[in-house]
DNA sequence: TGTCATAACGAACATTCGTTAGGCAAAAAT
DNA sequence: ATTTTTGCCTAACGAATGTTCGTTATGACA
C-alpha cells in the first residue's frame, strides 16, 4: 500500500467514524484529501474497499492479539489480564479503525460479511477459552462461559463509545480497570 | 398516533435495525409497508420523523426506568438488580427500537441530537448514583464511579448485539447473569 | 345529496450517489 | 533523451435519494 493510498484510508475512517459508513460520501472522503473525487480512484477500488481493509485488518490485529495470549503458560486470570490489556491497546491505538470496526463492518457486501463474522467468532472463541480455563483451574466460579465471554467483550467493546485520547485515562489504566472489574466485580 | 402510523414506524424500526437509518430509504419503508413511497406522506412528515420519534420514545422509557428505581428506599444492591432487570426488560420488548437507539441517534440533526445526548446523560447518572449508593452504604467497593456506571451499561447496551427473542435465555435469564456478572465478577 | 377528511396513487422534482472515461503535466524509469 | 508511470484533472454517466405535486377512490357525516 502507498503512502498516498494510507493517507487516504485513514482520512475515510475519520470520517466513516464520524458520520457513519452510508453516510459518508465519495465526496466527503475527496474534500478531506483536498482532491477532486475522481482522483480518489488512481488509488483505491471504491468506497467499499476502505471499509473493507479496515474491518479485516482490524480483526486480524485482535485475533493475533489474543492467540499470542492463548499461547502463553499462564493461569487464567494473567491471561485474561493480558487479553483485556491487548484489547485495548488495539482499540486506543486504532480508535477511528475500531469505531468502524465496530459500527461498520454490517455495510460489507455479503460474502465479506460473512468472512468477518467467521473472524468475529474465533476472537470471542479466544475468550471464551480463557474463561473456561480460569473455571477449570478453579480461579473462576462456574459461570455460564459464553455469557460471561460476550458480557467481558461487552465492556471491552463499548469503550469506542466514550474513549477520548485527551482524556486523562490512559489505555493501561483503563485496562487495568476493567480487569479489576471482570474479575472481582463491584461487591466489596 | 393513528394505528397505521405505528404500524409504519414498526416497519421503519425493523428496516432500521437490519440495515441501519442512512441505508435505508423511503421506497425501501415503502415497500414492507405495501404502499407507494409518496403515500407514506400522508402519515409521516419524512423519514427523519421516525428516528426522531423511535429514540425518543425508548429514552423516556429508560428514564422513566431508572427514576422509579432510584425512588424507591432500597439497599444500592438491590436498586442495581432491579435497573438492570428494567433495563434488560426495555430493551427486549422493543429490540428493534432498542437498537436504532442504540445506533442511529447520530443520525438526528443538531438539536435533537444535543436533547438526546442530554437524556442519555441522565439516564447514566442514575446508574451513578446506585453505585455511589453502594459504596456510601459499605456494599460495593470503592471503584471509580464514572467508570463503574460505563461498564455495567456497556453489558446492557450490547445485549442489542446479541439478543435473539427466540433463544434460549429469556430476558430475567439475562438480567440475573447480568447482576451476578457486575456485583460478583469472575473470582471464585 | 352534498361536503369533507383520509389514504392512497402515478409522475415528477432537484439533488446526491458511486463510478467511469479521457486527457494532461510532472516525475521516474529506461 | 525517450518512454512509462503516477496523480490529478474536467466532464459526465446512470441510478438512487427524499420529497412534492395534483388527483382520485372511499366512506363518514351533515
Redesign the interface.
Known amino acids: 500500500m502507498t503512502e498516498r493510498k494510507l493517507a487516504i484510508l485513514q482520512i475515510a475512517q475519520g470520517l466513516f467514524m464520524e ?2 459508513y ?2 459518508t460520501s465519495v465526496r466527503d472522503i475527496a474534500k478531506s484529501a483536498g482532491v477532486e473525487p475522481a482522483s480518489l480512484y488512481s488509488h483505491i477500488n471504491g468506497k467499499e474497499e476502505l471499509l473493507d481493509r479496515t474491518c479485516f485488518e482490524m480483526a486480524e490485529k485482535f485475533l493475533t492479539g489474543i492467540e499470542e495470549v492463548n499461547d502463553i503458560y499462564f493461569d487464567a486470570a494473567q491471561k ?1 489480564k493480558m487479553a483485556v490489556d491487548t484489547h485495548v491497546n488495539i482499540l486506543t491505538n486504532h480508535i477511528d479503525a475500531a469505531v468502524v470496526f465496530q ?1 461498520d463492518w ?2 460489507l457486501n455479503e460474502v465479506r460479511r460473512s468472512e468477518f463474522i467467521e473472524l468475529r467468532n474465533a476472537y470471542e472463541d479466544g475468550f471464551r477459552v480463557i ?1 473456561q480455563n ?1 473455571i477449570d483451574e ?4 462456574e ?2 462461559v459464553k ?2 465471554a ?2 467481558i ?3 471491552l ?3 469506542v ?2 474513549y477520548d485520547p485527551k482524556g486523562k ?1 490512559t489505555a493501561s489504566e483503563i485496562a487495568a ?2 480487569f ?9
Request: glycine share 10%; aromatic share 16%; no cysteine.
Open positions: 458520520k457513519g452510508t453516510a485474561l459500527r454490517r455495510h474463561v480460569g478453579g480461579l473462576f466460579s459461570v455460564d455469557f460471561a460476550l458480557t467483550l461487552s465492556s467493546n463499548w469503550i463509545e466514550w485515562l480497570n476493567l479489576n472489574f471482570t474479575f472481582t466485580g463491584l461487591k466489596k
